[in-house]
Structure formats: structure tokens, C-alpha cells
């Protein structure tokens, strides 16, 4: 019969804990570092972006390089090194 009782202890000790917590957070420095965080992911994505367009670019240069060489009957010459 005691559960009851018990029960209620424990969710006054939780809740004290949680109010506890929330009074020693600094918030003003856990929203400048959340600011810096997205900041930081939002210039890295753009980086990455950029990479991603210019090797796109670059492999459609040279796709469109090996094509006009087919196309021109070149092929790529292997120079043989002899060893005198």
C-alpha cells in the first residue's frame, strides 16, 4: 500500500532534479553554440557542393576529351623505356 507513496516521492525527486538542471544550464552559451554548429554544417554543405559541381564539370570535360580522340582515331601511345 506503500507504492503509492512511493510513486509520488520519486517523481518529486525527478522533477526537482530536472528543474535543478534547467537553472545551472547556461542557455546564452548553449544558443551560441548551437548558432555556430548550424552555421558551421550550413558553410561545410556548401563546400561540398561546390566540390561535387566542379568534378562533375570536370569529368564531363574529359568524357567529352576521350570522345573527340575516338572520334579522331587517336589512341593514347605507351612509350617503351629500353633499358641500355
Given at each position: 500500500m506503500s507504492s503509492g507513496n512511493q510513486q509520488s516521492n520519486v517523481s518529486i525527486f525527478l522533477l526537482g532534479?530536472?528543474?535543478?538542471l534547467m537553472a545551472a544550464v547556461?542557455?546564452?552559451s548553449l544558443m551560441d553554440y548551437?548558432?555556430?554548429a548550424i552555421l558551421?554544417?550550413?558553410?561545410w554543405l556548401g563546400f561540398k557542393l561546390?566540390?561535387?559541381h566542379i568534378s562533375r564539370k570536370?569529368?564531363?570535360?574529359k568524357e567529352t576529351f576521350q570522345v573527340l580522340r575516338?572520334?579522331?582515331g587517336l589512341r593514347?601511345?605507351?612509350?617503351k623505356i629500353s633499358k641500355y
Open positions: 532534479v530536472v528543474l535543478n547556461d542557455y546564452a548551437g548558432l555556430k558551421g554544417g550550413m558553410i561546390l566540390g561535387e570536370f569529368q564531363k570535360k575516338r572520334k579522331a593514347r601511345v605507351k612509350h
